[in-house]
Every structure is written in structure tokens, then in C-alpha cells.
């Protein structure tokens, strides 16, 4: 029985030691197989960025108005891009200084309501013409100063914004640098060139910009082309000929 015993407790003993020396095995081979943190596996993961989502591009939608048709709000008038002698915009609206499309009447007159509000003067110098009205106007300019000084700051019979009924001259209620370019400084000059934006207005001909608009800067001439292109235009600071991706117009 002694011997009987003895035998049994060995035989214990000795299948504890295979089971021992088999989970040590297994947990070796089990770390051998798993990457560890320096590996190339652990650091691809460890590593690797998160996707970011890519940037939405532009929802401006470019072609939501005709830039040809004379009757669109987004029409191009330059000096490459002329209008009908007789085009008359059907929905012409008077205004304090003259006339203007029923739609840019509205929203000139709330523009000049909201400069008074913050006790800032302006008034409409000048709207629509028609294209005798423009052939007059420029034929004056050329006999006081030559047509070639004249066109750089008046359009040619059938090349003005003005036909349209969409572009409007302001100056200050005092009448202070009005159609000059001291117009800028002045406070008329001052908030219009900061709100015009915001009523659908942009300034048309913009500093440094004569070689893509023909004309020098007038920050007193103003054109209608609805809140959001005005507020597109702002932002980047480009012109319609820029932003429409049309040539440049600095000659006829």
C-alpha cells in the first residue's frame, strides 16, 4: 500500500509538471505571435491618422443668373461686352437722383436708410441711362478732355452699367469729393465701401483693378447683383470679369 501510494503521488506530481510546462509553452509562443509596441505592425497602427473628411468645395452655384442676358441681375457690361442700343429694362422704378430697376430701387433705398441710421449721409447721384443719354454724356466728356482720357472713366454708347438699371453713382449728402476718388475717405465713401455687401451692392470698378475693368477706381459707382454674388465678391475680392473667369476688358 506504501509502495502503492508512493507511486500515485508521483505519478500526480509528474502530470502537474507536463501541465505547467505546457501552458508555459503555449503562453511563449502566444507573445512570440503578437506584435509588440515597437514592432512595425503595432507602430503602422499606432501611427496611422485618423481620415479627416475632405474639404466641401464651393456649393456657389455661378450659372444660378445669365452673365449675357441684359434682363439678368448677374449681366457683364464692359467694354467687351456691350448692350443693344435700344435695351430698356421693362421694371424701371423712380427714385430721389433718377431710376432704377423696381428691385436695386428697393434695395439702394434701404442702403441709404441704414447709412442715416448711423448718421452717415448719402444720396443717389445718378442711375439709370438710357443709350442716347449715355452717347451725350460721354460725347461731353470727349470734348472736354479727349476720348482717350475719357475712357478711362466713362463708357461708350452701349458699354455702360448704367443701361441696365442695376448701377447707381452715391456721394454724401454735403456734396463733399463727389464722383472723385477722395469719395474713399470721406464717411459716405467709409461705409459704403463696408456695407454695400450686405443690400446686394458691390463697388464695380475697385482699386488696382483698371487693367481687368477698364476703368479707374470710382468708389462711388455701385452695381446690383443680389446679396449673396455681393457677399461671394467681398470676400474674395474679385471682380465679375474674375469671378465669371471672362477675359479682361481694358480696351474696346
Known amino acids: 500500500m506504501a509502495m502503492t501510494r508512493k507511486k500515485t503521488v508521483t505519478i500526480v506530481a509528474l502530470l502537474i509538471l507536463i501541465a505547467l510546462l505546457a ?3 503555449f ?4 507573445s512570440a505571435e503578437a506584435p509588440s509596441n515597437n514592432s512595425p ?4 497602427k499606432q501611427d496611422s491618422p485618423q481620415p ?16 449675357d442676358d441684359p434682363n439678368s441681375i448677374w449681366v457683364v457690361v464692359n467694354k467687351q461686352r456691350p448692350l443693344l442700343s435700344d435695351f430698356v429694362p421693362s421694371n424701371l422704378q423712380s427714385i430721389q437722383g433718377g431710376q432704377l430697376r423696381s428691385e436695386v430701387a428697393g434695395a439702394v433705398q434701404q ?4 447709412a442715416n441710421k448711423e ?16 452717347q451725350s454724356t460721354y460725347n461731353n ?8 482720357n475719357a475712357d478711362t472713366y466713362s463708357a461708350r454708347p452701349g458699354h ?6 442695376l448701377a447707381a453713382d452715391l456721394g454724401n449728402g454735403s456734396g463733399q469729393c463727389d464722383l472723385e476718388v477722395c469719395f474713399e475717405t470721406t464717411a459716405g465713401g467709409t461705409w459704403l465701401a463696408k456695407n454695400a455687401h450686405t443690400y446686394g451692392f458691390i463697388i464695380r470698378y475697385t482699386k488696382n483693378d483698371t487693367a481687368t475693368t477698364g476703368y479707374q477706381y470710382e468708389p462711388w459707382h455701385i452695381r446690383y447683383v443680389g446679396v449673396d454674388l455681393a457677399n461671394e465678391l467681398y470676400s474674395k475680392g474679385q471682380t465679375m470679369e474674375t469671378f465669371f473667369d471672362l477675359p479682361a476688358a481694358p480696351t474696346y
Request: proline share 3%; aromatic share 12%.
Open 111 to 114: 442702403l441709404i436708410a441704414a
Open 141 to 148: 466728356y470727349v470734348k472736354a478732355d479727349g476720348q482717350a
Open 160 to 165: 455702360s452699367e448704367h443701361q441696365t438699371g
Open 52 to 67: 479627416t473628411p475632405d474639404k466641401q468645395p464651393s456649393t456657389f452655384d455661378k450659372k444660378r443668373y445669365s452673365i
Open 119 to 134: 448718421n452717415v449721409s448719402l444720396r443717389t447721384i445718378s442711375a439709370y441711362r438710357s443709350f442716347a443719354t449715355q
Open 41 to 44: 505592425q503595432a507602430t503602422q
Open 23 to 25: 501552458g508555459a509553452i
Open 27 to 30: 503562453l511563449f509562443y502566444r
